[in-house]
């Protein structure tokens, strides 16, 4: 069928004087607007929730004993929320004063590049995570009470400079995994929160290819 959608669109774009095209052109310029504005306020809501879910938790640590784990917490998230507003401000080295089909393309290379950089730190704060959680509630009068209660006084010989072995043993298990399984872990809470983004945004990237590809 000569006027198909995609006839329609690969010349359009091609043919500056055709009609078609200023409303393909907007068509696209409203895709692309939407999605990058979409995930743009959703980056945001996510790293002020890191901000304030580290603080309630510094302050409900304060007040339960667990005053360690809260702080060694709130530095962590809080240098997470640090390095991603970094990474977030090369988004603006993007030409903006290109067509929105070519900054669509640009913006979703920085993307890319964002994900394949925390991947790689996953693999240390997933892991500094559940140390800064474990340690926390060890140093706590309730972990205190807890060991002393599955080990009892009968037990010292499994206490070397008053560290349980086994719990040091298990600790360090349990970080070797989340160190080997960390960049998993980050791709399954990045396509929980952006999945319905990314999808978007890989449908819009491969109708564009396709008709440059014809």
Request: aromatic share 18%; no cysteine; hydrophobic share 50%.
């Amino acid at each position: 069928m000569e006027k198909s959608i995609k006839h329609i669109w690969k010349y359009g774009f091609e043919a500056e004087n055709n009609l078609i095209a200023p409303k393909i052109n907007d068509l696209y310029n409203r895709k692309s607007k939407h999605i990058v504005d979409k995930f743009m306020r959703m980056f945001k809501f996510n790293m002020w929730f890191l901000i304030i879910f580290s603080s309630l938790f510094l302050i409900y640590s304060y007040f339960n004993d667990f005053l360690l784990g809260g702080i060694l917490i709130f530095v962590l998230f809080n240098s997470l929320v640090l390095v991603n507003r970094n990474l977030f401000k090369t988004l603006r080295h993007l030409n903006t004063n290109v067509p929105s089909i070519e900054y669509i393309i640009a913006f979703n290379e920085w993307l890319n590049k964002q994900v394949t950089m925390n991947k790689k730190l996953a693999h240390y704060y997933y892991p500094l995570l559940f140390i800064s959680f474990m340690v926390g509630f060890y140093y706590s009068v309730g972990g205190q009470e807890l060991v002393n209660e599955i080990l009892g006084t009968s037990h010292q010989i499994y206490f070397i400079n008053g560290i349980p072995v086994f719990w040091a043993i298990g600790m360090a298990l349990i970080t070797g995994l989340l160190a080997v399984f960390g960049g998993a872990l980050y791709k399954l809470d990045l396509y929980l929160m952006y999945g319905h983004i990314f999808k978007k945004l890989d449908s819009l990237i491969q109708d564009i290819e396709e008709l440059k590809s014809e």
